[in-house]
């Protein structure tokens, strides 16, 4: 293949006061409050793979959770207590988990202004219910699809106030100036896909590269989903955590991943009500042997009606779950089934799990199902009664719960690391660089279910913050200061561009070794 050239006299650049990387509910939460903080709008651009794809636009579960503090009712709750339950969480800075939990009402409120319908009683009061690691009723739901509305929501008013959305941009180089002992983010490279989807174009890769100068960066690009074998992280999720470790910035937390019961087929979290309705578990060997392989790890089946009851408000494994048949010894057993024995595990919704008998199931399982109207005789029957919702959602995906078992794994469902952020959510060693959502590192070991959502909210609000009342954060900048830089980088970038395309490598290759494997911009530039 012919040698690529990049000349910066020949490619595209765009100049802005703040980039947001990323278009889920955490970045364009952050672009409105740039706005309504005093940045100007013209001086704000989203940039995305994919407007409407990624993980806020596209997951759920049975009753997708949101976390606040609580603000009704007779328990009495505050920041600080809940503060004092995220930290203990484990790995969760306290100055961070009181940000949250101080912010958490006002981010709460300003999605309702926006047009999220959370329930509410007569009162207008807005009850909460426990939800897994949750010692309060602090969560609220407006049922599967909760981030899927709040992102609707959220880019209605971006595209209200005028915020600009550059879709089809793949970011692939953050650009760092430094200075003494210090180090800023200054702008990014970018590849326009719209552009280079067009083969005769990518004859001139100059065509396909765009350069953003930038006084900050706020990335707001989710999980590594790229990386899981077994993730409920949407198809459209890829991540770009390389992104900010090749630019140096320090991380934490990176062996947190959370992982739990997942449905294949159509990627989906199998917690709450399809675990409390006692769904059969089997599997199926190589030979074609159907097993109700959990039978072998619970000495009894009031013992394995309990577990699976309890996986519903406790869905991530927790290796402390394990001990006494908890509920996290099935997350193990299915492992051990498909990863271990090469087997593949299913959930039936059409029949009860052998020994199943309402005299036999633990008393917790039988008075729920009885204060939810659900002791009905199937599975099936029972989550009709409770969550019709949750059936609805696989038949709109083409799987028909009535009818058909669903293949399962142990897969991952969130990062709880990422990058380390002081309080304003800016990296703790590039400055005017920002960490929001999944892909900051703050959100502990043992969360609540839904205090991602709120993170991410947060995240965004103190970001602007941080942004719009630091003279030295909003003031102009000349781009041209910054040119031997960008000059430097891409001869970089030109050299990495001819060794993925097979072109002779003219550039040092020690310091490419010294970058990370940049897969998905091979896979891209390949494809």
Not at 154 to 168: P, T, W, Y
Not at 270 to 293: M, W
Not at 481 to 505: R, Y
Request: glycine share 8%; aromatic share 10%.
């Amino acid at each position: 293949m012919k040698q690529i050239h990049l000349k910066l006299s020949k490619i595209k650049q765009k100049k802005y006061n703040s980039i947001i990387i990323g278009s889920g509910a955490a970045g364009l939460n952050c672009a409105i409050h740039l706005v309504k903080e005093g940045i100007n709008a013209k001086n704000i651009a989203i940039l995305t793979e994919g407007l409407g794809g990624g993980t806020s636009f596209n997951t759920g579960s049975d009753k997708q959770t949101y976390y606040k503090f609580s603000i009704t009712g007779k328990d009495l709750d505050s920041p600080y207590t809940m503060a004092e339950d995220l930290a203990r969480g484990g790995a969760m800075h306290g100055d961070l988990a009181l940000i949250e939990a101080t912010n958490s009402v006002r981010e709460f409120f300003h999605l309702i202004e926006l047009g999220v319908p959370f329930p509410h009683d007569k009162f207008g009061g807005y009850v909460g219910y426990k939800t897994d690691n949750d010692p309060r009723q602090r969560a609220t739901s407006i049922g599967p699809l909760t981030s899927q509305k709040m992102s609707e929501c959220l880019l209605k008013e971006v595209k209200q106030l005028k915020i600009k959305i550059i879709d089809k941009t793949y970011c692939f180089r953050v650009i760092i100036q430094r200075s003494g002992g210090t180090k800023k983010s200054v702008g990014l490279i970018a590849l326009d896909l719209n552009v280079l989807n067009n083969k005769e174009n990518f004859k001139n890769l100059n065509d396909c590269i765009v350069i953003f100068y930038a006084q900050n960066i706020i990335m707001a690009t989710g999980g590594p989903a790229f990386i899981y074998k077994n993730s409920v992280y949407p198809p459209s999720q890829k991540g770009s955590t390389g992104l900010a470790i090749e630019a140096g910035c320090v991380l934490q937390n990176l062996t947190e991943s959370q992982f739990g019961l997942a449905s294949l087929k159509f990627r989906w979290n199998l917690s709450g009500s399809y675990q409390q309705v006692i769904p059969r578990y089997y599997s199926v060997d190589k030979n074609g042997k159907e097993i109700e392989f959990l039978r072998n790890y619970f000495p009894t089946f009031k013992d394995l009606s309990k577990a699976t009851f309890l996986k519903g408000y406790q869905w991530p494994f927790n290796a402390e779950r394990i001990e006494n048949y908890g509920s996290s010894l099935i997350d193990l057993a299915v492992y051990y089934e498909t990863e271990i024995l090469g087997n593949k595990v299913y959930l039936d919704y059409t029949r009860n799990p052998s020994g199943f008998n309402f005299d036999d199931l633990d008393a917790i399982v039988l008075q729920y199902l009885s204060n939810s109207n659900a002791l009905r005789k199937t599975p099936i029957q029972r989550l009709e009664a409770m969550n019709e919702e949750a059936i609805k959602v696989f038949m709109r995906n083409r799987i028909n719960l009535h009818k058909e078992s669903i293949q399962i794994a142990v897969c991952n469902q969130h990062l709880n690391g990422g990058v380390s952020c002081n309080e304003w959510w800016e990296s703790i060693n590039i400055n005017h660089f920002f960490a929001i959502g999944e892909i900051c590192g703050t959100h502990g070991i043992h969360r609540p279910g839904g205090a991602a959502l709120n993170s991410g909210q947060v995240g965004g609000l103190r970001a602007a913050l941080k942004i719009a009342h630091s003279a030295d954060y909003n003031r102009n900048f000349n781009k041209q200061q910054l040119t031997s830089i960008f000059k430097d980088e891409l001869i970089l970038i030109e050299s990495e561009f001819n060794s993925i395309l097979g072109g002779k490598v003219t550039l040092k290759n020690q310091h490419l070794s010294e970058k990370s494997d940049n897969s998905r911009l091979r896979t891209i530039l390949m494809e």
